[in-house]
């Protein structure tokens, strides 16, 4: 029952370093999400997938990239890391039809 | 714009009590309404998920109710448990790709 699996579930950046947080899930969704989540402000999205090949920008892309590399597959990139974007990620998967959500464990990322 | 509220943020009850947790939010034209769970240093586990049809739904101690017209949910826990311990976070979508979170309610069960 892997579900969503993130990587990796911790990392420390120094600011300017870049990295890329991998995500895939095994239940055959069409949509995938990207969220950041942080103290008192809830669940924010970075960007949203639709289907393989489509991206979209959320409510705060800037400083991220995202590829949907397959069906299975959705990484976030952070090209030059800022202590902001110190936080706990989440990929999600949506099931078609009903709307459930489904989310990895997280990844923690500190940027110094 | 649709914005999800839950209230209290913060929640403390002895074990055995039966509770609920409130999520209420503004635009009542919504597809679904999922309940999560999510303990310390972890991810969201989807607990109860209601279709906008639905008035309720149950999973064992769990039962969910849905007022679209009141834009109120109820998450109930029967007979709590310290392993009920942990933040519940409600999301609701109308059926486009975007999910509104709740804040949470951060739940302690004591022994």
């Known amino acids: 029952n892997a579900g969503v699996t993130q990587t990796p579930k911790f990392q420390v950046l120094k600011t300017g370093q870049s990295m890329t947080l991998q995500c895939a899930q095994d239940m055959n969704h069409n949509s995938m999400y990207w969220y950041r989540q942080d103290p008192g402000m809830g669940l924010r999205l970075i960007y949203y997938?639709?289907?393989?090949?489509?991206?979209d920008k959320g409510e705060v892309p800037n400083g991220y990239n995202v590829s949907r590399l397959n069906k299975r597959e959705f990484s976030l990139r952070l090209e030059s890391a800022a202590p902001s974007q110190t936080s706990v990620y989440f990929c999600?998967?949506?099931?078609?039809?009903?709307?459930?959500?489904?989310f990895g464990e997280g990844s923690r990322l500190t940027v110094l | 714009k649709q914005e999800v509220t839950q209230i209290p943020a913060a929640l403390s009850v002895p074990e055995g009590e039966n509770l609920v947790l409130n999520c209420s939010f503004t635009?009542?034209?919504?597809?679904?309404l999922q309940w999560f769970r999510q303990d310390p240093g972890k991810g969201l586990t989807s607990l109860l998920l209601i279709q906008s049809s639905q008035r309720e739904q149950t999973s064992g101690r769990l039962n969910a109710s849905l007022d679209k017209s009141s834009g109120r949910s109820t998450l109930y826990i029967a007979a709590s448990q310290p392993g009920d311990s942990a933040t519940y976070l409600c999301?609701?979508?109308?059926?486009?790709?975007?999910?509104?979170f709740g804040t949470g309610t951060r739940l302690k069960v004591l022994a």
């Open positions: 635009d009542s034209a919504i597809y679904n």
């Open positions: 999600a998967s949506r099931r078609y039809g009903t709307g459930e959500l489904f």
């Open positions: 997938s639709a289907s393989e090949g489509t991206t």
């Open positions: 999301a609701v979508t109308s059926g486009t790709y975007k999910y509104i």
